[in-house]
């Protein structure tokens, strides 16, 4: 049926909606490079889902969690025998998206008889050099990004577009900076991807939400808050003082409380 | 899906250590002195930096205590190259199974691995192109204490309760660290880590004075052995403005 071309493109746009939906409750993810190095954080229920792939690159994904883990191992091993046969500073995180993962994720997309991999994907890269870090992000339909500063992943693009936007004017120089910054842009797609869902549910409108962008902190960290019953807060960092050549650790409870802000950090178990 | 790194470089087309048969007869870069004894907060392990090939000097400047991860060093005896090699091989199959199984390969696992590399190394090493005779030393999370072990070239792991040595140069120390142990002021277990990092000055200076394939010290050049401490921290190795202050004011006078 579907060896006609507009069947072709009716399907992939029919896979394109089934994916929208499978995220749509998914827990967005943010990436910010500050003094210290390269601070990954999202929210999960206890599977995590920030990795190490490399000495300098750290994964972060939204998703199901198979599909994730598939990919997780694809890019494992790519990095690993690149870097044994040839040598760590050729692992980088450019060649393993455009030349590794990214056709495998279109082409799953797009093969309408097989299930499609149910994955966005960012891919963190501390720079050997001050202003070099970077950051790639996949889509689901194998389209990457390439980003500097930052990076987000959420359930729509118009979700990430509004991350963007309350991250963009922000400044953030010492991790703890960082740590606030993140989890109140994590708050803001968090809350966007809510609306949109509660929309969806009650039959008032099939598109986003339409109403202003919350940037008030305070609603932000509330926000947080309730979230945060049954779940974790996970950070990871891609620190450029770590000595060693793996340069990825992640902040346990101990250094997150003192991190947080203080009325977050309360409710931190 | 097992996190086995080298099992994947094996169906890549890898293979370690090919014997050769017409590298044999031909001089190889071998020979050295290495050592490795508990101290009070760990393990020292050292080792000295010359490379030889016969009775050429090939380089004075090796370092032979490689660490392998933040807890491990494998110390090297043997043909350079294959030791690199085998280094390199544990170095990344430990990074990718701490990142692919979420969880360190255990203090026992990481012996395995060196011994199960040896194995592989058998038909260089008996062709005469490969020899290894390593020490593994680290800190086991696990037992929270620091461990030393030796092997032979056939991959046998045997445990350094409280020393080990390898390499041309070992027969002159191994005596000395037996006598230190047991009849010396006190044993090498109890020593601060200035007193061991003197006595592993002295051991190295002693196995180079007897052994023409080990380099001693060259203050000229300001060249000092390779010696690193593993304690529940992880590894640290030794500067060489400390290593030359000792041995100005321990070493020297004695030779």
Known sequence: MYEEPYRWVEAVGNRRQYLDEQFAQGSPVVGVVCDQGILLMTMSKGTPKLYEIYDRL??????????????????????????????????????????????????????????????KIMLAE??????????????????????????????TSSVEQRMIEYLRPQSCVSLK???????????????????????????????????QLVT?????????????????????????????TSKYRTLGSVELKALLPSDLSSALT | MQGDFYQILKEQGY?????????????????????????????????????????????DRTDKVLEIDRHCVMAIAGVPATAYEMARVLEHSFKYYRRTQLQELSFEGKLRALSKLL??????????????????????????????????????????VEYAVSGSGSPTIRGILHYVNTWGEQPLSTMSQEQATIQALRLLTCAAEFDSATGGVNREAGLYPVVKLITAEGVTAMADPYLRSLFESNVSKGV
Request: hydrophobic fraction near 40%; glycine fraction near 10%; charged fraction near 25%.
């Open chain 1, 58 to 119: 750290a994964f972060g994904g939204m998703g199901h969690p198979a599909d994730l883990e598939k990919l997780r191992f694809t890019l494992l091993e790519m990095a690993h025998v690149e870097g044994f046969n040839r040598s760590a500073a050729d692992v980088t995180g450019s060649r393993l998206v455009k030349y590794g993962i990214a056709p495998v994720v279109k082409q799953a997309f797009e093969e309408v008889f097989k299930a499609p991999s149910i994955v």
């Open chain 1, 126 to 155: 501390l720079g050997q050099k001050a202003g070099k870090d970077n950051f790639l992000t996949i889509n689901y339909d194998g389209v990457f990004e390439e980003k500097n500063q930052y990076a987000v992943l959420a359930a």
């Open chain 1, 177 to 211: 900076e960082a740590v606030d910054l993140v989890i109140r842009t994590w708050a803001v797609g968090d809350r966007a991807q809510r609306q949109a869902h509660e929309l969806r549910e009650s039959h008032e409108g099939a598109k986003e939400s339409s109403d």
């Open chain 1, 216 to 244: 008030d902190s305070q609603t932000l960290l509330t926000h947080i808050r309730q979230r945060m019953e049954g779940k974790m807060i996970e950070c990871a960092l891609l620190d450029r003082h770590v000595s060693g």
């Open chain 2, 15 to 59: 293979a370690l250590g090919m014997p050769g048969q017409s590298g044999a007869g031909q001089p190889l870069t071998t020979a050295t002195t290495i050592l490795a004894f508990k101290y009070c907060d760990g393990v020292l392990v050292a080792g000295d930096r010359r490379a030889t090939a016969g009775n050429m000097v090939m380089y």
């Open chain 2, 119 to 160: 194995k592989e190394n058998v038909p260089a090493a008996l062709a005469g192109t490969g020899a290894v005779v390593p020490i593994f030393a680290g800190y086991d999370a696990d037992q929270e204490a620091a461990k030393i072990y030796f092997y032979d070239i056939l991959g046998a792991e045997f445990e350094g």
